[in-house]
């Protein structure tokens, strides 16, 4: 296995960690919580970090885009929304772009 794809792969995995950390805190704390703790990520950096998730990039990763489109759903996007504003609202646009 070539060293690219292995580092990919623990990628992958480390990235995979934090989406179900971060969906399980979407999914159990109150959005005035999630807005504390939100409060002071820089929403440019989660867009252009965002940008480099290309589904051939995920594929590399080792992540499978069929089984996140099982796992994130419509009412995660909205909660999302809630908490971030309108910046939330771009962040669930390229969500939902990244999963068709």
Do not use: W
Request: overall charge positive.
């Amino acid at each position: 296995m070539p060293d690219g794809s292995l580092f990919d792969r623990i990628d992958g995995r480390i990235a995979k960690k934090k989406l179900e950390k971060a969906l399980e805190m979407l999914r159990s704390e109150s959005p005035q919580e999630l807005r504390r703790k939100l409060g002071n990520i820089d929403r440019d950096e989660i867009l252009a970090k965002m940008s480099e998730y290309t589904p051939a990039r995920l594929r590399q990763m080792g992540i499978n885009i069929d089984e996140l489109k099982g796992t994130i759903t419509e009412r995660d996007l909205q909660k999302l929304i809630q908490v971030l504003g309108p910046d939330g609202a771009i962040i669930a646009q390229r969500i939902r772009q990244m999963l068709q």
